[in-house]
């Protein structure tokens, strides 16, 4: 019989995720003699037999893997036979740089599930159940290799059946670094303030009970605590809202099953109304509804994709106190075990699932933090024992047009790599101080950081210096080596963050860096674009708050500002961006007749006349071009005069309005492209005496994201079949994403990988570095 051998190289996320186990099976399928083993930067494989085993093999490498691998390349090379009979896992190699990549935290998978609700099994009811498809991986990982004694599951050694399934090659835990049990593995505990204490599956039905009296639950989950309550308890709900100081931001909710997800988000394939309503004569009913028809589809692989993000979709009401004045709900499904127990155990099956922490402060995720911190707030304590190696959020994603976006990179998604560089050198970009979070470029592979937070708290400057040594130690990379980015504003602390760590540093423009983001997902340096940078602050070339800017250009060879949003006054500088009166103020005041806003219908208080006070006097007065201010100045003149909570809750609170409009309001309002300027003053005219005539708002809202969709037409103009790479916090607007992909089709591009907002600007900080 004809033999042939063949050596296959596999790299991606292929190692700690039970790929070399997979491929003795296949070769034993396919019956081929070879071995496999883990190299420094992936798995390899030698294999004889005949080649058309060879070759069904080598597709099935790829289209069976396990759940947890991710394949970035395989190739294969023709070698001579060595006669190998039978097929062989063999031990690993050392390698100079382990360029060998953690994979991400993945949800219990369907074989773990039923063993957890199986009377008979040994692991039934087990909270910490997992297996080498799924469960905990970067949210343990203390050191490299990736092997139990680098990850939190250290103080549990084995007990000797664990111990035998880990070593059997033809076990679905082999080599699975936190498999465990009753017998031997950590569990979790219940506390309240009554003294009441219980463990395991006694703490999980005594939680449910508290969450079904309507009582606030801190529960451990994989990246960190939870604060849980009743979603369909008001009064659980406003409480929590109370003692968190959550006034009006939303909370993501965690529904038991597919099924009840369903019923809390609107089937866009049954109303559509929503979606065109502005989309007049642009969209066919058809092509609506294919896209309402692609969003759902899109909506359940999401919720069901092994990250378990939040994912956001219009809501179907109801839910008020959960998500105030907000088209869209944050749903997710359980990816823990513990979670499938507490709905087992009779907790309400929608619950409230908001990051444990006070305010805007990093969620807490370390037992005795969480204990001290969140005792007034928690009712109860749900503790796991199994310590968290570093905190990560829940990652965020919605769905526009059928196309997934991520909005916040955490957990399920940190550490992968998310763009190939043509960088040989080290890369570490800083982003920036608000959502930071970073990326680290290893042999041309961007690997993005977890949402690491605001970094004028202190406990978030702590997590970003921590996450840069993780990094940096996961990838055995030196600082001395690295060439270090930053954002170039002088004041940001992840500018200092960068000079401290004495390496080379270079400083990239914040909007440059979102427009390179966007560029750097398609790989596509040297590809001339139109770059949209909209968004409400970034420290602009000439000193001033930019955030409504034009470039042209490529990232290989940079990229000039061509065009920006008409100037205007920022009163109180930073401030502002929390009063919308006040942004208000700075722009009206562009205006030679300025109607009275102080007067009905618009009723502006003290905070409006305070600013204008600081404009008369041209006192604490900055310039700036920002989109973001300019939504907020429309959101104040259409009702929201208080101040905002959280931010872009204007520009939210705009954006839902709109989307309860009527299809009449899709006419544009004049915003003329003059010279190099967006000339908003008229925009802002129309529509003041559209509100004093009594329009209404929302068809005033409806038609001034139009205006914002064509200001960018009527630019693009000018720069004829050129990609338009939109990004930017502004771009978070599901409706603006929508009118403009109507408009441009494939030729818009937005951020898919990396959030649009400041999320996203270490990739584009990279990108941008690695051609300067
Ligand atoms: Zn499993
Ligand atoms: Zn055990």
Known sequence: MLRRARVIHIRGIVQGVGFRPFTHRLARRFALGGWVKNGGDGVEIFAEGSPDALDAFARALVSEAPP????????????????????????????????????????????????????????????????????????????????????????????????AEYHDPADRRFHAQPVACH??????????????????????????????????????????????????????????????FRKERPFAVMASDVATARTLVTRTSDVG??????????????????????????????????????????????????????????????????????????????????????????????????????????????????????????????????????????RGFAPVAVATLPATRPILALGGDLKNALALVVDGAVFASQHIGDLDHRSAREACEATIRDLCAIYAVRTEELLVVHDAHPEYVSTAIAQELGAQTVAVQHHRAHVASVIAERGAWDTNVLGVAFDGTGYGDDGTIWGGEFFTGSVQHGFERIAHLRRAQLPGGDAAARFPVAAAAGYLAELDDVPDLTQPPFFFGPRYRAARELIARNVRCFRTTSMGRLFDTVAALLGFTRPMTFEGQAAMWLEH????????????????????????????????????????????????????????????????????????????????????????????????????????????????????
């Open 273 to 410: 109304t929503a979606r065109t309503l502005v989309t007049t004569g642009v969209a066919s009913d058809d092509a609506a509804a294919d896209d309402a028809a692609s969003d759902d589809a899109a909506f359940e692989a999401q919720l069901l994709s092994s990250a378990r993000p939040i994912v956001l979709a219009p809501a179907r009401a109801a839910f008020d106190d959960v998500a105030p004045d907000n088209r869209e709900l944050g749903v997710m499904l359980p990816y823990a075990p513990l979670h499938h127990l507490l709905f087992e155990a009779g907790a309400p099956n929608v619950l409230v699932l908001t990051s444990a922490n006070r305010s805007s402060e990093p969620i807490a995720y370390d037992d005795d933090d969480a204990l001290a911190s969140l005792a007034g707030i928690a009712d109860a304590f749900l503790i796991g024992e199994r310590p968290i190696a570093r905190r990560l959020d829940d990652s965020v994603v919605r769905i526009s047009a059928g196309v997934p976006a991520i909005l916040r990179r955490g």
């Open 68 to 163: 947890a691998a991710r394949i970035a390349s395989t190739d294969v090379a023709d070698v001579s036979c060595c006669g190998l009979q039978s097929f062989e896992i063999r031990e690993s190699a050392g390698a100079a740089r382990p360029t060998v990549r953690i994979a991400p935290d993945l949800a219990v998978c369907d074989a773990c599930l039923r063993e957890l609700f199986d009377p008979a099994d040994r692991r039934y009811r087990y909270p910490y159940n997992n297996c080498t498809d799924c469960g905990p991986r970067y949210s343990i990982v203390r050191s490299l290799p990736y092997d139990r004694a680098g990850t939190t599951m250290a103080p549990w050694p084995m007990c000797d059946l664990c111990a």
């Open 183 to 244: 017998a031997c593995g950590p569990t979790y505990v219940f506390r309240d303030g009554d003294g009441t204490h219980a463990r395991a599956y006694d703490a999980v039905v005594a939680a449910a009970a508290h969450l079904r009296a309507g009582k606030i639950v801190a529960i451990k989950g994989i990246g960190g605590y939870h604060l849980a309550c009743d979603a369909r308890n008001v009064g659980a709900v406003r409480a929590l809202r109370e003692r968190k």
């Open 657 to 772: 309005l709109a989307s309860s409009a009527s299809p009449s309001a899709a006419h544009a309002y004049p915003f003329p492209f003059v010279g190099n300027e967006l000339d908003y003053r008229p925009l802002l005219r129309a529509i003041a005496l559209d509100r004093s005539a009594g329009r209404e708002p929302s068809q005033i809202a409806a038609a001034f994201h139009v205006t914002v969709a064509d200001g960018i037409m009527a630019v693009s103009q000018r720069h004829n079949d050129v990609p338009i790479a939109c990004s930017g916090g502004v771009f978070q607007n599901g409706l603006l994403v929508e009118l403009l992909r109507e408009r441009l089709d494939a030729r818009a591009w937005f951020n898919a990988t990396v959030p649009a907002n400041d999320g996203g600007l270490a990739l584009g900080q990279a990108g941008l570095a690695s051609f300067a």
